[in-house]
């Protein structure tokens, strides 16, 4: 790529703004009109896109068709009509270029909103999970004519949204990068993309080089997926060999949206097998265990088994394949996963990880009617055969005095009697054989479980956490990181909650921030509909500004005080009694007793 330029646009019926900033040196241009640009400007945008490569966040469907349509010399009214109906109607880039006859220009340019990891989130939601200085919601309705004052303010907030967007760019630069290795290797574009995306765009490339003619699957009204088990599925318990009957006799209907949902017999259907209750889903099996706590002994120990590439093998083992797109599929699919495999064992980093986005993103479009990879009866004959499998597990550890305590879509844990590690072993190695799956063993010290998705597990030295209790990422949304931390601290070296929260001098650690849909407002100040806000001695609350009702979590302890502007230290106010007290919650809801040597 050439040097690296991020660009926003900000749109009103009687101004165009543009804003382009430079990465390696920081250098930011405004271009703006209330009626049209000029010549000279026209070409100097054209030159700096030429002469670079540009990323936006939503910005081929929005930004990009609005620049070219500028660039050709569209006025602010029309630029404001196209705008209008790009966000009313959700139209793609390419109709936008159709239906306006806009010419859309040889830019080298690409889009950072779906290579983000989370799902329907805006940019500035984003900008709390990275941490993101200054958090700036849109100043003025976007439909109403602006004057000189708010122009200036207009400015310093489309700035703002580039500094975010460079931000959010360099969280996920790895993702690009990966992204552009995988264009060489497959000769296409693929760093707009999602991980999903990218699955569809790569099979379907090499569907189409082995022959296979790419048309996007239709199912008529009132169609139903049916469920056909393996022949090594067998059950011994009268509650199990139930399911079975049940899973295969069912009819699974079709959403509105395309989605496999669950028949009436099947949705909430739970069953139990010793000490531990599990639920079928479309989705995977879930135990539904509260506050658990197993520590391993001299007697028994904490262990885990987990399926290596799950789904991938039950589709390969079984011969499983959308229909409309023949067998060559599994060819293609096969080879896919095989590369991928022999990359992870040679150490081969860059191509193991591009090839699971492609293993891992496909399946998310197995149950996609808009792609042409839907395929429900593959998706439900993948997902129950993985339940069932799952469940023929259970059964024969607690059928030999081994206790299943908590088992999630393609693993489960269990509290062995440590004269009987080598039956468990045995056990899982018979099903290996008979199912052609493999899987992969480990032990901890410990497990804390809220419930099957929220748990800490100890090892050695080390804690993996999910849920809540894990690290802030840009999949999860920030809510005082130093809580769950200090908690991780306690379970992995006894640290005491105190210690952590005290030392911890990143103002980042301590923030909340969610979506307020309308905006938030304190004190009488509107927020946007983005807020981030820290846990005050002096605080107050934070209310919805359509009802004035109190956003959730922000009239807590003495309140809270927003903060849309990051210091740079911490403030003074900062009230840390609410974060242990938090803390000590948090512990508490794992089924862990709060003892501090402090």
């Not at 209907?253 to 496999?260: E, I, K, M, R, W």
């Not at 130093?482 to 301590?510: G, H, M, W």
Request: hydrophobic share 35%; proline share 4%; glycine share 6%.
């Amino acid at each position: 790529m050439k040097d690296l330029v991020a660009l926003d646009i900000e749109v009103f019926p009687n101004y165009f703004l543009l804003v382009i900033k430079r990465l390696n040196d920081g250098k930011t241009i405004i271009f703006d009109t209330t009626s049209k640009l000029a010549s000279s400007e026209r070409a100097k945008i054209y030159k700096i896109l030429r002469r670079h490569t540009s990323f936006g966040f939503n910005s081929i469907n929005y930004d990009m068709p609005l620049i070219n349509h500028m660039l050709s010399g569209g006025n602010t009214a029309s630029a404001y009509t196209i705008s209008k109906n790009i966000v009313e109607k959700g139209l793609p880039f390419f109709m936008t270029y159709n239906n306006y006859e806009i010419r859309q220009r040889p830019f080298d340019h690409f889009d950072i909103k779906e290579p983000s990891p989370a799902v329907m989130i805006s940019l500035k939601n984003y900008g709390t999970r990275i941490g993101s200085k200054k958090l700036q919601d849109l100043p003025f309705e976007p439909n109403k004519r602006v004057n000189k004052e708010q122009i200036d303010v207009l400015k310093e907030y489309c700035i703002n949204d580039v500094d975010v967007t460079i931000d959010l760019y360099n969280a996920i630069k790895d993702r690009i990068a990966l992204r552009v290795e995988m264009g060489k290797r497959y000769d296409m574009d693929l760093r707009s993309k999602s991980d999903a995306q990218i699955a569809e765009a790569v099979i379907t490339s090499e569907l189409q080089k082995a022959g296979v003619n790419i048309n996007r699957p239709t199912y008529k009204d009132g169609y139903t997926a049916t469920y056909i088990a393996p022949s090594y599925i067998s059950f011994n318990r009268p509650e199990l060999k139930k399911i079975l009957d049940l899973v295969q006799k069912a009819k699974y209907p079709l959403a509105a949206n395309g989605a496999v949902q669950l028949p009436k017999e099947l949705k909430n259907y739970k069953v139990t097998i010793g000490n531990t209750t599990y639920k079928l889903g479309i989705g995977g099996l879930h135990s539904q265990e509260k506050k658990l706590v197993v520590e391993s002994n001299d007697k028994y120990v904490m262990r885990n088994a987990d399926f290596t590439s799950y789904y991938p093998f039950i589709i390969i083992n079984n011969g499983l394949y959308p229909k409309h797109l023949s067998r060559r599929f599994l060819n293609v699919y096969h080879k896919i996963v095989m590369e991928r495999l022999k990359a992870k064992r040679e150490g081969n980093k860059l191509v193991a990880d591009s090839l699971k986005i492609v293993i891992n993103g496909s399946f998310g479009k197995f149950g996609s009617k808009y792609s042409a990879l839907y395929a429900p009866d593959l998706l439900i004959r993948t997902t129950i055969t993985g339940q069932l499998t799952l469940l023929m597990l259970i059964e024969r550890l607690e059928d030999n005095g081994i206790s299943v305590v908590s088992a999630n879509t393609d693993g489960l844990e269990y509290y062995c009697p440590r004269d009987k590690v080598d039956l468990a072993e045995a056990i899982i190695f018979d099903l290996e054989l008979i199912s052609g799956y493999e899987m992969e063993h480990g032990e901890y010290n410990g497990l804390y479980a809220k419930d099957v998705n929220n748990y800490v597990a100890k090892y050695g030295d080390k804690v993996k956490a999910k849920g809540i209790y894990a690290e802030t990422t840009l999949m999860k949304g920030r809510s005082t990181p130093i809580v769950y931390k200090a908690i991780r601290e306690y379970i992995r070296a006894d640290v005491p909650l105190e210690r952590t929260i005290l030392e911890c001098d990143d103002i980042n650690e301590f923030v909340a921030a969610r979506t307020v849909k309308g905006g938030g407002v304190f004190n009488g100040e509107y927020l946007g509909k983005v807020v981030r806000w820290y846990y005050s001695l002096d605080g107050g609350s934070i209310t919805y500004s359509t009802n004035g009702n109190l956003v959730p979590k922000t009239s807590e302890g003495n309140g809270v005080k927003p903060l849309m502007n990051l210091p740079d230290k911490l403030p003074d106010d900062l009230d840390y009694a609410w974060y242990i007290n938090e803390a000590i919650a948090k512990l508490n809801d794992l089924g862990l007793r709060y003892v501090t040597t402090e």
